[in-house]
């Protein structure tokens, strides 16, 4: 027999308890993109949920993406859409489109929804406060892609002081101390976020069930995987899902406790994921 309403209700909040008391106070990064950010009604439930993270004492520091927006004008504009391991291949133009696409738009979107729904966001790039210092990075073969940026630095004073009173809202852009903009993978930027700023956990949302052992397989989800278990593996992934390992590898080595990586395409797998026994898609953890 299924229990009344009530009774169910509170077993959920029952279960959430022991979770929001461990995440109180505690830094909680989160890589939005993939499915989550492209469905318009998962895109209101994301801000609701960061919304009430910021409620019950999390402190959520967004980093987001948006590799399809940027294709999508690259597109109308008829250039030419190339990625090397993941990562977008940039020209000057590129940059110029990546820049204005994921602060001028993408970015003030994710702020908008977060304001509506009742804590104020504001959005930064990696240039505002100095956040990044970016320097042209290579593929991982060696070959050039251009004004793709690595983090060399993140200054986390802004975050800090923004995070007091706001929820930050971070778009992964960034210059060097030459004054050229880069295009930063988004996932790159989350987990260098993470580690900079002692987070306790990264979570990136993405449009698969997590990592897959056979990417044609969903079910060949891998649950539990230590960051030097994903490091010897990192050769042998492929597109989006390279950057994505990389940056958890990045943050657990960097001193973040956990790197989760979580289908968005569910409703709420944020709350999911945080607030509740089952957990779901990825977590990668320090070797034990
Ligand atoms: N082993 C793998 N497991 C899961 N996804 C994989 C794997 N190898 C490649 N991928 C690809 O990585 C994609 C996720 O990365 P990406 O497209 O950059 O997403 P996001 O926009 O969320 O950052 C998946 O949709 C999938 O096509
Ligand atoms: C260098 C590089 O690849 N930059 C990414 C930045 C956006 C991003 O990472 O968006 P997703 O998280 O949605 O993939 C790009 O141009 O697509």
């Known amino acids: 027999m299924t229990p009344p309403a009530s009774t169910r209700d509170v077993g959920t909040l ?10 109180h106070g505690k830094t909680v990064v989160i890589k939005y993109g993939g499915a989550a950010m492209t469905d318009p009604a998962l895109r209101e439930e994301f801000a609701r949920d960061v919304v009430l993270m910021k409620y019950v004492g999390i402190n ?3 980093v987001h993406g948006g590799g399809p927006d940027i294709t999508a004008y690259m597109e109308r504009l008829d250039l030419p859409v190339e990625f090397v391991a993941g990562l977008r291949v940039s020209d000057r133009d590129t940059v110029e489109i990546a820049k204005m696409v994921l602060v001028g738009k993408v970015n003030k979107d994710i702020v908008l ?9 504001v959005g930064l790039c990696g240039d505002d406060g100095l956040l990044f210092r970016a320097a042209r990075k290579s593929a991982p073969g ?11 630095r993140v200054d986390t004073d802004v975050l800090t002081h923004v995070a007091q009173d706001y929820i930050p809202v971070v778009a992964s852009v960034g210059a060097d101390r030459d004054g050229n903009s880069y295009n930063i993978n988004a996932d790159e930027a989350a987990g260098a976020v993470a580690r900079a700023l002692g987070a306790y956990k990264v979570m990136f949302l993405t449009d698969v069930r997590g990592w897959l052992r056979d ?6 989800v891998i649950t539990e995987v230590t960051a030097d278990e994903v490091e010897a593996a990192l050769p042998t992934i492929a597109g989006g899902m390279r950057p994505k390992l990389s940056a958890c590898i990045d943050a657990i080595h960097g001193g973040v406790s956990s790197a989760v990586i979580v289908d968005g395409r569910v409703p709420h797998s944020l709350l999911l994921e945080l607030f509740t026994d089952a957990g779901i898609g990825t977590m990668v953890k320090p070797a034990p």
């Open 113 to 121: 929804r977060i304001n509506r729904h009742g804590q104020p966001a």
């Open 60 to 62: 959520p520091i967004v």
């Open 14 to 23: 029952l279960e959430a308890l022991p979770y929001i008391r461990e995440f």
């Open 215 to 220: 990417p044609s397989d969903p079910e060949s």
């Open 142 to 152: 060696g070959e050039d892609i251009g004004y793709v940026g690595q983090i060399e």
